[in-house]
């Protein structure tokens, strides 16, 4: 299956920085999404961004499926963005089986 | 109005005991899955169901059983619970390949 990498897994942030996060595969995926854990453990898909530039508010993905990467954006961080950031991809012909990277674990401080 | 609603939040219970956990999703959804997120916060996939069809079925022990009774409702039932069975499990729908929409998980402490 692939491998999927997450950079950095720790960040912290002032409150109004922003961001990058990044997300790099071992292998070409056709189905890539992002995932924002709350610190009460609540997943909340982001964006569902197999190739491509989507925004949504403050946040925006970029994902370059030729190169094996996708990244999201965080500008004016608050201190509600706070918690774990997970990208996940699914091969193309695989059955839906989404592989989660270990995630970025985000601190916001006031 | 919950759109993938898992019950119950916490489940704590002894070594040996079997436990069921209960998932629903109200979005018409065709495929649903369990996934184990571990002490260290890793996702894993469990199971899928489309349409009321096993159609992943990873490495997890036998103790493990879905049923899906139809399309909208996904339960785990696990035998013999043991230590290591401990984590946060959570259900998740979608449709087809799509967007992935998480329940709200069920914390497991296997004493």
């Keep these: 299956g692939i491998q999927v990498e997450q ?27 992002w995932f924002h854990q709350n610190p009460w453990g609540q997943l909340i898909n982001l964006f569902y961004i197999p190739s491509g530039t989507k925004q949504n508010g403050r946040l925006s993905a970029t994902t370059v499926a030729t190169e094996r990467y996708s990244l999201l954006y965080i500008s004016s961080s608050q201190t509600t963005d706070s918690g774990v950031y997970f990208c996940a991809g699914a091969m193309r012909g695989s059955q839906g089986n989404l592989i989660f990277g270990k995630g970025t674990k985000l601190s916001v401080k006031p | ?53 096993l159609i992943i079925n990873e490495t997890v022990p036998n103790r493990f059983s879905p049923k899906s009774p139809d399309k909208a409702h996904l ?12 984590a946060v499990y959570f259900c998740a729908s979608s449709q087809g390949r799509e967007k992935l929409f998480f329940g709200s998980g069920t914390q497991l402490s296997v004493l």
């Design chain 2, 1 to 53: 109005d919950t759109a993938v609603s898992q019950t119950p939040k916490y489940l704590v219970t002894q070594m040996g005991n079997d436990k069921s956990i209960k998932c629903e999703q109200n979005l018409g959804h065709d495929t649903m899955y369990w996934y184990k997120q571990d002490s260290k916060k890793f996702l894993k996939i469990m199971f899928s169901y489309n349409n009321k069809e």
């Design chain 1, 7 to 33: 950079s950095p897994p720790d960040l912290i942030l002032q409150e109004g920085a922003n961001s990058t996060l990044r997300c790099n595969f071992s292998d070409s995926v056709n189905n890539l999404q």
């Design chain 2, 75 to 86: 339960n785990l039932h696990i035998n013999s619970l043991e230590l290591g069975d401990s």
